[in-house]
Structures are given as C-alpha cells and as structure tokens.
C-alpha cells in the first residue's frame, strides 16, 4: 500500500498562484510514476499532469500546460504542482495519485493510478 496526503489547498484570486504537495509512504516512492488529477462538480475526474518515476519525463494537459509544473523530490517522497495564473475553471478538487511503473511513461487514464489521495479544494475567485 501507498499512502498520500496532500497538502491543504485553498481560495485563491484569479491570476494567482498555489503549490499543492502530495506525501506517500508505505513503499519505495521512486517505484511510481506520480499524477495530479482533479474533478470539479457534477464532472469526471480530469488528468492534470503526471511525472514520470525519475522525474525526466512529464506530460500536461492542454488546459493547463505552460501554467502548471509538476514536480517531484523522491529523497523526501514527495510530488509537487506548482499553479500559476490561475483560473475560475481551474476550482475543482485535487488529487494525486501513484502508478506503480518503473519507465518513461506518463499515464493519464485515471483507471491506472493504483492509489489515491483524499484529494484537496482549489478554489479560484473571479
């Protein structure tokens, strides 16, 4: 088992800025390729970015790519998204999750995560 926590989220004002952190423990976190996904009410769970287990290889979601940088620091277990110029759709709840996978693949189908976080709120005021 993983286990992940994120950070707490929070209401922040359009154009501005928040880093959301995920932990894990339980098992070697450099044997995951990571993911942040999102959901916002009354809709699907949404790929955002993900990272693969080096941290050499990452992948964006058009919405989000040249705003978002995934990151993360395996010595500390510990996955980053760092968001910029927010936006009013960006308001949804933030998850990350683990993809047990040793490679260069970023997987962005959220069916493939083997485990999840409990998600944070992001709220983004107009």
């Known amino acids: 088992q993983v286990q992940l926590v994120e950070s707490r989220g929070g209401l922040v004002q359009a154009g501005g800025s928040l880093r959301l952190s995920c932990a894990a423990s339980g098992r070697t976190f450099s044997d995951y390729a990571m993911g942040w996904f999102r959901q916002a009410p009354g809709k699907e769970r949404d790929f955002v970015a993900g990272?693969?287990?080096?941290?050499?290889?990452?992948y964006y979601a058009g919405s989000v790519k040249g705003r978002f940088t995934i990151s993360r620091d395996n010595a500390k277990n510990t996955v980053y998204l760092q968001m910029n110029k927010l936006k009013p759709e960006d308001t949804a709840v933030y998850y990350c999750?683990?993809?047990?996978?040793?490679?260069?693949?970023?997987?962005?189908?959220?069916?493939?995560?083997?485990?999840w976080g409990q998600g944070t709120q992001v709220t983004v005021s107009s």
């Open positions: 990272i693969n287990w080096s941290g050499v290889s990452t």
């Open positions: 999750a683990a993809d047990w996978a040793r490679s260069m693949v970023v997987r962005t189908i959220s069916r493939e995560y083997d485990f």
